[in-house]
């Protein structure tokens, strides 16, 4: 009897096939290169810390070259590769990619093995709907996160959206990864996925995702059943825990130096604190080494006054030499106490906030609106409550706090008014910090500037008009220009406008010129300025109005959509271009008289509707609007109008 090849992965069927894009969580990972991977992998090793362990979680990450006949059901991942078919330019490029890195017969991988964790539950079970099980939650569902029964670890655990797993996959070139898993009991296991696209293979359709399991059929059903772990040593894990294992290794991915980085930039309070140790090939990182670390030059730069993108030297400065001050940021309906570690120093040139969850992983270098190229540095901590807070504010990729992927309207402007208030708190504790570093040297005395200002006013007067002489005395004469005789047609009619005429021929709305002095016609926009007598404002409580007469500009812009934007301009009549952050000062534009909102794209108001020549705006203000600013207002249509 001839024994049959076991089939390694599994891909489910479907009656033909409907999407032809690869994931697009690959993308974004695509983007995040070996820092994403980093994040993701040790995050998750520390959201699986054993619960009652008071030491730290270890992480052991490796690079290395790997013959890929040691690669478990390559050959069958090859043939589906082979299989795929690009219908758009990106997935074509996409699989000619995948197509030139099957023929190696040895790939570089990169592998992550934790210590002190608790590794997957659950796999002699499989595929099963249980929560208790979470090797078929971390193997066989895309976008679901596994919640812990206990409130207070859940909290304190950095996934949440349930997509970080496919960071491992991006890193692939072929966008294959396994995990190895050793349980409580000691059992071993290995699992994997690959994300194509959907495809045909032998005459049949089947889905984008496909499982490193077997397939186990009963009656009435089937599920995925994972592999005992059998298979080359790069793929073993003997101690409790999980090992993730990504072979055809990006470009890139490898380096030891980037690795130890993307670490330490993430993660150096967990590894401070001592909730966290990572080893990269043999490079050590723990409370007893990091500092070593980032203050060595061949991992940061250490000259305060040249770091302008990686900040980890200052932070790790700042947390451990100062002491922390307590901060409230509230989002409307509840207040948030931070522990804010600043340091104000005149040498740093980038001023950034590292926002930490208790995890111990910082989420993003926040920018503080107005503040971004002022010379301070700061770590913001919060507790378990604040802890809660920043993580339903994450993007998907734990990278920075944002409101846009909250649907629920209220939590949502609840979302912007934390971050809002949160730059705002931030920006008081910037000034404060520059005024007691920059007092003035007592009172100045003005009485000479005044006695010279009002002496040199007085010459500019006299050496503008002439004197005239009256019984010896002299009379000061203000110069006047003779009028020019008006231009008359040949019937002696005067040809100059009277003064309702100019009115009524000044243009509203001024076409706006390059530098040169030159309009391109070439431009596919037109960008007009517009007259202050066009445009009213008016702001009542937490709401501003604008309405905009276009009316006498018709020939210009018709009633098409448009574009607005606004530029401050200071008691001089001096704009200033980047001062004004439109989604900073305004939570919603909207008309008022349809209710449509206005998305804000580029630091401006798009498709505006213009109405028998009148457009129509209502803002609501954030927290920290400054209603004494002046605007000049720009319009923006097709050049084709």
């Known amino acids: 009897m001839i024994k049959k090849n076991p089939i390694y992965w599994q891909f489910s069927q479907i009656p033909n096939i409907e999407e032809s894009n690869f994931n697009k969580v690959l993308e974004r990972f695509y983007d995040m290169k070996v820092t994403g991977l980093v994040r993701e992998n040790i995050q998750n090793s520390l959201d699986g810390k054993l619960k009652n362990f008071d030491g730290p979680v270890?992480?052991?990450?490796?690079?290395?070259?790997?013959?890929?006949?040691?690669?478990?059901?390559?050959?069958?991942?090859?043939?589906?590769?082979?299989?795929?078919?690009?219908?758009?330019t990106y997935t074509k490029e996409t699989i000619k990619h995948m197509l030139n890195k099957v023929s190696q017969e040895s790939v570089s991988y990169i592998s992550f093995e934790d210590q002190n964790t608790k590794g997957l539950t659950g796999a002699r079970y499989g595929q099963t709907n249980s929560k208790d099980h979470t090797w078929g939650i971390y193997a066989y569902n895309k976008g679901v996160h596994f919640e812990e029964s206990d409130t207070?670890?859940?909290?304190?655990?950095?996934?949440?959206?349930?997509?970080?797993?496919?960071?491992?996959?991006a890193a692939s070139d072929i966008h294959v990864m396994f995990f190895?898993?050793?349980?409580?009991?000691?059992?071993?296991?290995?699992?994997?996925?690959?994300?194509?696209?959907?495809?045909?293979?032998?005459?049949?359709?089947?889905?984008?995702?496909?499982?490193?399991?077997?397939?186990?059929?009963?009656?009435?059903?089937?599920?995925?059943?994972?592999?005992?772990?059998?298979?080359?040593?790069?793929?073993?894990?003997?101690?409790?825990?999980?090992k993730i294992v990504i072979p055809y290794l990006r470009k890139g991915y490898a380096e030891t130096h980037d690795i130890v980085t993307s670490v330490c930039d993430s993660f150096f309070i967990?590894?401070?604190?001592?909730?966290?140790?990572?080893?990269?090939?043999?490079?050590?990182?723990?409370?007893?080494?990091?500092?070593?670390?980032?203050?060595?030059?061949?991992?940061?730069?250490?000259?305060?006054?040249?770091?302008?993108?990686n900040f980890t030297p200052l932070y790790v400065n700042t947390y451990l030499e100062k002491a922390p001050q307590k901060i409230i940021v509230s989002d409307g309906h509840n207040d948030y106490k931070f522990r804010l570690y600043f340091t104000y120093d005149e040498r740093i040139v980038k001023g950034r906030v590292a926002i930490?969850?208790?995890?111990?992983?910082?989420?993003?270098?926040?920018?503080?609106?107005?503040?971004?190229?002022?010379?301070?540095?700061?770590?913001?901590?919060?507790?378990?409550?604040?802890?809660?807070?920043?993580?339903?504010?994450?993007n998907e990729s734990h990278t920075q706090l944002s409101s846009d992927h909250i649907k629920d309207p209220v939590l949502q402007k609840q979302a912007k008014r934390f971050i809002n208030n949160l730059t705002r708190e931030i920006s008081r504790i910037i000034e404060d910090a520059i005024k007691d570093n920059n007092p003035v040297d007592g009172v100045m005395d003005t009485k000479n500037i005044i006695y010279l200002v009002e002496s040199q006013f007085k010459q500019d007067l006299m050496s503008s008009m002439g004197t005239v002489l009256i019984n010896n005395k002299p009379i000061i004469k203000s110069k006047t220009t003779v009028k020019k005789k008006e231009k008359r047609d040949k019937q002696g009619i005067s040809n100059?406008?009277?003064?309702?005429?100019?009115?009524?021929n000044r243009q509203p709305l001024k076409l706006r010129k390059s530098t040169e002095g030159k309009y391109d016609s070439e431009d596919p926009i037109k960008k007009y300025s517009a007259n202050p007598e066009m445009v009213e404002r008016i702001i009542v409580q937490d709401r501003e109005y604008l309405n905009?007469?276009?009316?006498?500009?018709?020939?210009?812009?018709?009633?098409?959509?448009?574009?607005?934007?606004?530029?401050?301009?200071?008691?001089?009549g001096i704009e200033h271009a980047n001062e004004f952050e439109l989604k900073d000062n305004y939570l919603s534009v909207r008309n008022p008289i349809t209710s449509q909102n206005y998305k804000i794209e580029n630091n401006s108001i798009k498709d505006v509707e213009i109405i028998d020549g009148k457009a129509q705006l209502e803002f609501e203000l954030s927290s920290n609007y400054n209603r004494s600013l002046k605007f000049v207002y720009y319009v923006e249509v097709p050049n084709d109008l």
């Not at 990572?278 to 006054?305: C, F, L, M, R, W």
């Not at 905009?548 to 001089?572: A, H, T």
């Open 58 to 88: 270890i992480v052991k990450i490796e690079t290395g070259e790997i013959e890929t006949r040691h690669i478990p059901g390559v050959k069958e991942l090859i043939d589906r590769i082979y299989a795929l078919e690009g219908r758009n």
């Open 270 to 309: 967990s590894i401070l604190e001592g909730k966290l140790e990572v080893e990269v090939n043999g490079v050590k990182i723990n409370p007893d080494t990091i500092h070593d670390i980032v203050t060595h030059s061949a991992y940061y730069v250490q000259k305060i006054e040249d770091i302008k993108k």
């Open 356 to 394: 930490v969850r208790t995890v111990g992983m910082k989420i993003e270098d926040f920018k503080v609106k107005g503040n971004v190229n002022k010379p301070f540095n700061a770590v913001l901590i919060g507790g378990p409550e604040e802890d809660s807070y920043l993580k339903s504010l994450e």
């Open 548 to 572: 905009f007469d276009f009316s006498k500009s018709m020939d210009s812009i018709l009633d098409y959509p448009c574009s607005i934007s606004l530029v401050v301009i200071d008691g001089m």
């Open 152 to 169: 207070a670890i859940e909290t304190a655990r950095g996934g949440s959206h349930g997509v970080g797993k496919i960071a491992s996959n």
């Open 496 to 504: 100059k406008p009277t003064i309702q005429e100019s009115k009524r």
């Open 180 to 242: 190895a898993n050793c349980d409580e009991n000691g059992e071993q296991h290995l699992g994997g996925t690959t994300q194509l696209i959907e495809h045909s293979y032998n005459n049949r359709y089947y889905r984008a995702s496909g499982y490193f399991a077997k397939l186990q059929n009963n009656e009435y059903s089937s599920k995925f059943m994972p592999f005992e772990n059998e298979f080359h040593k790069v793929f073993s894990k003997s101690t409790r825990g999980l």
